[in-house]
């Protein structure tokens, strides 16, 4: 299966690549420039195509971005800290941002005869982002399955859509993710905070999936705290 992977330069992403790499027939990566707080995570998915002897396309869609206001990830909103399931990590969502870069995908890998596009969504991300949910996901290949018609056959393959980040850390390990080699912090510091949403959910992936993480996090105990503290109200 001729693949085009959607490669945000992340833990999940990266290690869909590996994982496509060595099951199927990686073509390229692909990565969007939508103005984001940061653009340091666009070096880490350049480095993984590098290492995997693939193009990498960084697509330029800033103009669209700068209208997609409110978001903790493109405008001056402060990124919250917590665990990621926190309704305050609302303010990370940009709306619609899967839709609008599946859409340029599919259109490239039409262009490139590729049979799928692969996106790493899972099962942790549906408590806040509704555009990585299996019901989006199964929608999206439906309309492309109408808008590609007689034209090119292209499938959103989706494997960790139902699975936890805990069994992303396990399956990259499986295909030797270099999990040093990827970048999660929404915050974009030198070294990952440990305190946002997207580091709390990183650290604790590895902790569950008995991996060592490599990660150097400026507060790498932060996320025990946040886990036990959301726990806790989510029992109440």
């Keep these: 299966m001729k693949t085009i992977v959607i490669c945000s330069g992340g833990?999940?992403?990266?290690s869909l690549a590996h994982r496509i790499a060595a099951e199927h027939e990686l073509l390229a990566l692909l990565s969007f420039d939508y103005g984001q707080r940061h653009r340091k995570e666009l070096d880490y998915a350049g480095a993984c195509a590098a290492r995997l002897g693939v193009p990498?396309?960084?697509i330029d869609i800033r103009t669209i971005g700068a209208h997609l206001t409110g978001s903790a990830l493109t405008d001056d909103?402060?990124?919250?800290d917590g665990h990621y399931a926190e309704e305050?990590?609302?303010?990370?969502v940009v709306p619609n941002r899967n839709a609008i870069m599946l859409t340029i995908a599919f259109g490239l890998a039409a262009a490139q005869q590729a049979?799928?596009?692969a996106i790493a969504v899972h099962g942790g991300d549906h408590f806040i982002y509704p555009d990585c949910r299996p019901g989006f996901i199964d929608s999206f290949n439906t309309m492309?399955?109408?808008?590609?018609?007689g034209y090119a056959e292209v499938e959103l393959y989706a494997p960790y859509v139902m699975v936890s980040k805990a069994d992303i850390v396990t399956d990259g390990a499986k295909h030797d993710t270099p999990f040093g080699e990827t970048w999660s912090c929404y915050k974009g510091g030198e070294r990952h905070c440990g305190r946002c949403g997207t580091c709390v959910e990183r650290r604790e992936a590895f902790h569950l999936a008995g991996v060592a993480d490599p990660t150097d996090y400026e507060d790498p105990d932060f996320w025990a705290a946040a886990t036990s503290a959301y726990a806790a109200r989510e029992v109440r």
């Design 115 to 117: 049979d799928a596009v």
């Design 11 to 14: 833990l999940d992403s990266v």
């Design 77 to 80: 909103v402060e990124v919250p």
């Design 88 to 92: 305050t990590m609302r303010s990370t």
């Design 56 to 58: 990498h396309h960084i």
């Design 144 to 149: 492309q399955a109408h808008a590609l018609e």
